[in-house]
């Protein structure tokens, strides 16, 4: 579940950076929390039924403080599965693409909607409007990112698929390829258009 991933997660980056939990609790304080020792040692306690949940607002913060994104707390580091909810488990690539907006996962996506449409619509949703307003002067940028996510979900797969696989990689390498190209030359235009555009005034 992302609560034991977050747990996890502080404690090794909180590691990683040499901090005791009293340096993470201080820094905290200085983002507005009134965090003290323990506080950090009950968010990172292995056992549920003596750690301590964290809100959003101070995942957010506690995201900041270690200089890292939120979503970062919440998936695993390695590949192989883990728990979105109690009933629904996932590829840990998955779950990293789900939570980036990457990949349509849940809610009325799945089932009898599905397909292009599908996929434009959780985008949109998903996204901030300028992200979107983004995709929309520069075509291609949202097949270039969703090939890129296509191509590491399956190098993310078990060792064993790999071989099978494989062949699919070199598909998704080749079309990220073409996609890349097809976005240069929408970049292209865009830039001309626009220069064209300033000449005229």
């Given at each position: 579940m992302?609560?034991?991933?977050?747990s996890g997660?502080?404690?090794q980056l909180r590691a990683k950076r040499g901090w005791t939990a009293d340096d993470l609790a201080e820094r905290m304080r200085h983002e507005?929390?009134?965090w003290g020792r323990s506080t950090v040692a009950k968010i990172?306690?292995?056992d549920r039924l003596n750690r301590?949940?964290?809100d959003v607002d101070e995942l957010v913060s506690l995201a900041f403080v270690l200089g890292v994104s939120p979503i970062a707390l919440l998936v695993p580091t390695a590949s192989g599965s883990t728990n979105l909810t109690p009933?629904?488990?996932?590829q840990t690539g998955s779950a990293w693409h789900w939570m980036t907006g990457l990949l349509p996962m849940g809610g009325p996506l799945d089932g009898d909607e599905s397909g292009?449409?599908?996929?434009?619509r959780f985008y949109s949703e998903s996204a901030p409007n300028f992200v979107v307003t983004a995709e929309t002067?520069?075509?291609g940028l949202r097949a270039l990112q969703q090939q890129a996510a296509s191509v590491i979900q399956a190098l993310g797969v078990a060792d064993e698929r790999v071989p099978r696989v494989f062949p699919n990689v070199l598909a998704e390498v080749e079309q990220l390829h073409a996609a890349s190209g097809r976005l240069l030359d929408g970049f292209r235009a865009y830039v001309g258009r626009v220069k064209r555009e300033k000449g005229t005034k």
């Open positions: 992302p609560s034991d991933v977050l997660r502080v404690r507005g929390w009134s990172e306690a292995v301590r949940a964290v009933n629904t488990t996932t292009p449409e599908a996929q434009r002067r520069v075509p």
